[in-house]
Each structure stands twice: as C-alpha cells, then as structure tokens.
C-alpha cells in the first residue's frame, strides 16, 4: 500500500509551489497517496476556523505532512498557525538545511549548512505574556527545560552521525542570559562529551552572525534555541540565495511537517512568479525522513542542474521565468 502523505496547499503562492513540488515527487516515481486539507486563510474563508479539526486530525493520522505557507490573519487575536500546529504536535526540531547551489546570486557556492532549532521552549513558548493596562510596560517569560534542551542537542548530534557530517556548534547567550541560555549551553557541553566523534564548539550567538558572514565554511550543524535559531536559519538562507532556496522540517516523536521557511508572499500570488525550490527542497527533506534516498537524490540533481543552467529559472534566481516553466524544466530532466 502507498504511504499517505497529509498535503495543506496553503495561501498566496502555497497552492502553486505544492502543486509544482507533488508534480516533481510524481516524475521522480514516488507513488504516495494524499490527503488534501485547508489551513490559514483558506481554511477561515470556508470553515470560520484557522485550522479546522479535520486538519489536525489528518496530520496526526498520517504523520507526514507537506505545507506550503500559511497566512495569519494580523491584529486579530489570532495566534501563529505555526507556532499552534509545532506546540500542539510536539515537533520540537526545526531543521532548516540551506546549501549552495551554482547558479544562484547567493554570495558564496560552498555552503552546506543546517540549523536545528528547538522549536517549543525559550522565548517563543508564550509563557508570561503581559501588558500592563496602560500600556507602557510589557513582558514575557523564556523557559529553557533539561529535557527539553537534552533533546535537542542529542537529535542534532545524531543527525550529524547520521549524515556524517563533522561539527556540531552550540549557539547561545550564556555570558547575559545566565539562567536560560545558561542552561542550554550547560546541557550542550555534557551532551557533547558522549559523541567524542563529532567535532563540539560553541558560540555566543552575536559573534556567530558576524562569523556565519564572513567565514560560513567555518560551520558544518548549528544547535540552538528558539529565537536564536529563528534568526540564524534565515540569515543562512540568505547566504546561499534567499528564502526562495530554504526549507524546513519540523520534526516530532511521531509526526513532522515539512514546509518552505517563507510566508505566503501575497506580493507575488497568483502570478506565476513564486519560485517553487523552497519546497521542493522541504519534499527532498520528507523523502530523506521517510527513507527514500533515491528519488530524494534524483530530484537534488535535477534542481540543481535547472538553477546552474540558468536555464528557465525565475526572477528571485536571476532569470525571467514562471513557476511553470520552472517546474517543466526540473520534470524534463527527471
Ligand atoms: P514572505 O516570506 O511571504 O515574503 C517576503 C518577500 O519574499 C516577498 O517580497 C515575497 O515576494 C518574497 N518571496 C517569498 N517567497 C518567495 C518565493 N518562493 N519566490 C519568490 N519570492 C518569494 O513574508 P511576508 O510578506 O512577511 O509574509 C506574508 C504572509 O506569510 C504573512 O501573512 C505571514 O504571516 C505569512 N508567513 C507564513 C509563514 C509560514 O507559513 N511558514 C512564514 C512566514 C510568514
Ligand atoms: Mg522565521
């Protein structure tokens, strides 16, 4: 029996950029069944509700999701159908790899990057929110479990083993923040000491910006908290190209979501102009958790070759192409 793959098409240019990355798993031979349900703004329009139940129960049954960006209607009262679905799932590892591909008018071609963020705690747990009455003062609590940063660490040390990459660096605030960021960094220097294998450094999370611009090649799998890896994930993305090139995987004991980093750029929408690498990268990344390395390869190859070529690229890439186009050109070479 096929695999059943939960697929939220999304607002703006989600729709176009998920229908290009399910016609690439196609070509590339993956036969998957799909579940088909609405969230965000589409969701709201028909339903009333932001993520209606057939949505959460869809994903919870399947497992596997792939999203493509989802609108949060602003100012409200609504809270971040991201933030929602990463809590509500437990998905406490956000994976965001970004790499180099030629082609591109990213400034460097030798990236090969992956930030692992924990994705539930610190300062994006919603604990403590406050505003005083009159409004001149505000607060919010940033809560750092053992557990929860024993998790993380481990999981990005076993990622790195698995994909044998070399180096793990710890990024944190420990110098000011010396109870949370104290706690994490605690953590990451025991966990360090039971994967001798691996390369450890650690570094505090300014000095890591300045470093990750102008030495990238310095960093091989970057660990770290919620907000410092919401920050350093996209400032990676744009060292290979932009949120165009970078997906993420939120990954929990047993369910992920694999999506694009970017919103849902109602700039662009329905304009045939989104370039749909983000997630199709995020579908790569849902082949490589689902154990399909073939097909996840193929695809890589034929992205790649699109980008280097030049060939029918889109405007964020330098070209003057469609998303259609785009998407045809990576088919032909599968
Ligand atoms: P955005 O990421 O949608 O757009 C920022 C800029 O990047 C825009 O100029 C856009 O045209 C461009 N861009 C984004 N993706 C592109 C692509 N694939 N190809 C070419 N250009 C691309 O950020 P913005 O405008 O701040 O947010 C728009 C909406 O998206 C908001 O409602 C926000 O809440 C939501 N959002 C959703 C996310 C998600 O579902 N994961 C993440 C970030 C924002
Ligand atoms: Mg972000």
New binding site residues.
């Given amino acids: 029996m096929s695999r059943k793959i939960t697929v939220i098409p999304?607002?703006?240019?989600g729709p176009d950029?998920v229908k290009s990355a399910l016609a690439i798993l196609e070509k590339a031979g993956c036969e998957f069944e799909y579940e088909f349900v609405d969230a965000?703004l589409t969701a709201l329009e028909k339903t009333g509700e932001l993520l209606p139940q057939a949505t959460l129960d869809a994903i919870a049954n399947n497992g596997v999701t792939l999203?493509?960006?989802?609108?949060?209607?602003?100012g409200e009262g609504f809270t971040?159908?991201?933030v929602s679905l990463r809590k509500r799932f437990g998905l406490y590892a956000n994976l965001r790899p970004v790499k180099s591909f030629k082609g591109t008018q990213a400034r460097y071609d030798n990236i090969d990057i992956i930030t692992v963020r924990e994705n539930t705690e610190g300062m994006y747990s919603g604990l403590g929110q406050k505003v005083s009455e009159d409004g001149s003062e505000a607060e919010a609590m940033s809560k750092i479990t053992r557990a929860g940063a024993e998790r993380i660490v481990r999981f990005a040390y076993d990622l790195a083993r698995r994909e044998g990459r070399k180096k793990v660096t710890a990024v944190h605030k420990a110098n000011i923040l010396k109870s949370t960021s104290g706690l994490f960094l605690k953590v990451a220097r025991e966990i360090a000491e039971e994967y001798p294998d691996i390369e450890s450094a650690e570094m505090i999370v300014d000095a890591a910006c300045m470093r990750l611009v102008m030495n990238p090649e310095d960093f091989d799998v970057l660990v770290t908290t919620n907000l410092f890896g919401d920050i350093l994930s996209d400032l990676c993305a744009g060292l290979v190209g932009?949120?165009?090139m970078a997906p993420?995987a939120n990954i929990g004991k047993d369910c992920a979501i694999f999506?694009?980093?970017?919103?849902?750029?109602?700039?662009?929408a329905g304009k045939n102009?989104?370039?749909?690498?983000?997630v199709i990268l995020a579908a790569i990344q849902m082949l490589e958790y689902l154990e399909m390395p073939e097909p996840a390869e193929r695809i890589t190859r034929a992205l790649a070759d699109v980008i280097e070529s030049g060939d029918r690229t889109?405007?964020?890439l330098g070209g003057s192409h469609g998303t259609t186009d785009f998407t045809d050109a990576v088919i032909e070479r599968l």
């Fill in positions: 999304g607002d703006g240019i950029i965000g999203k493509g960006p989802l609108t949060t209607p602003v971040s159908i991201n932009g949120l165009g993420g999506e694009a980093v970017h919103g849902s750029a109602p700039d662009i102009l989104a370039n749909p690498s983000s889109t405007r964020d």
